[in-house]
């Protein structure tokens, strides 16, 4: 009994809701079919503008499934508010008696304005015609200028701006064009011409003497030009900037001159320039130069706008007293050649005695930092510094001996090399994965493929044998050394 009751509650309660929509569908059909006999304007009648795609929309939706939106006027209005006779296409006129049953039943957005039909925008209409008058004109325009602008014959014609000339044929206007006014075919004077000499050059306004900026027309077609636009020309067979010529002469003889010297000096350090690798020779003396004065002496050679260089600078390898030390002291010791001892590259440079005088003479400065190595090896074993040659694995990589002037603060050295060290030691707190491989053996962190973070840290896939230990980011890289030697039984040493 309790199910039929049930069972019946809801046909009635279904019934209801069919009923109700039956009724707002009917309502909404009755509303439609009514501002649809409405729609039509007629003859001698104003009426109001609405939106095409809001007329499509409205008798397309569902009335009990969808809601039409409200009017929006604002993409068919122009500036002044009013109907914008170039949207034509996006708007219907409806009459008066239809636009109000549609604001009663859908409303207008709010802000947006009524669009009757007499109060087309004026100030639109006589836009849009100027525009099209424009456009007609730049086109007959652009078909003259088509025929003048024929190449001139070689003994005849007018050197006007080449970049209006580019512009005026691309049909292009106002703030797209290059150059507005022509004056690119006027002599600029050179940037590195003396401020007297620019200001008369400015005076002058003789033609420029860079070629690319310039374009030869006919007289017929520098007349039309002239008198329609006012640009600049000059006849064919005109001096350019006697000032500039000049100038521009001297500089590419001075030019001439540095190539010439920096070509010798090029040669003249051969070694440096061409970044090869030094072998050294026991007993001989060489000089070592800070890596980053050797990149601007490699500019300087290279570009012959740098007229100077500054003197060789070498203090960035004596400042011991910014590691504790006192006095011009090394702070890095170039006769260890361990790879550990040097977790950074291309600090400085190791020349030959004939290549420092050669820098010394020329840019002066220092201090002179001489270095003096002594050793005994079998001939298979090399000593190569700088650059590795191909196949240089024989060549000695351990701690010379010798003598180093200025002589090399050891305390520096090692503070520098720990603090450089622990600067590219990046981790954060967590735990890390050491994979022991033997004992007594070696030990390594667990990398490679499969490799993710888990709550910012890293995530190491577990292979063989592993030891969890936990590093934080305050920790120093003896304390991390300490944590990796201790389990796996390796001398930190």
Known sequence: RDESERLVEAAKAEETAFGADKRKLGEHEIIKEEIFKMLPLESGNDGYFVPTRWLKDWIDVDPITAKCDKVSTVDIASNESRPDPRKLGDMKVVSAHAWDKIVENYSLEEGHPILETKLLCVASVKAECKRRHDLAQESTESTILKELFKEATPQSGVWISKAWWKDVRDRKTGGDRADP???????????TLPEDLAAQCKEMRQMTGDKSKRRLISHEAYNHVKGKYGIPGFPFGSEPCIICSEHEAMEMENNAGLKQERAGLKAATKTLWSQLSVKLVSGETYFLVANSWIETFFNYIQLTDIKELDPIDNSALLDAESWGGEGQKLIYDPLDLEPRSRPTTDIYWWVS???????HSKFGGGPAIRVTPTFDFDKAITVMVNKMPKGGSSSYRGILEGSCEPEVDKGCVARRSAAEWQKLLVYTDGKILVSKLGAGGTAALNSGAGSGTENGHRRL???GKHIPLAVASTMTINAVKELLY????????
């Open 461 to 463: 896939p577990p292979r």
């Open 486 to 493: 201790t389990p796996t039984e390796i001398s930190p040493v």
């Open 181 to 191: 006014d022509g004056t690119d075919v006027v002599c600029s004077s050179s940037e």
């Open 353 to 359: 005695e004939n290549e420092w005088n050669v820098l």
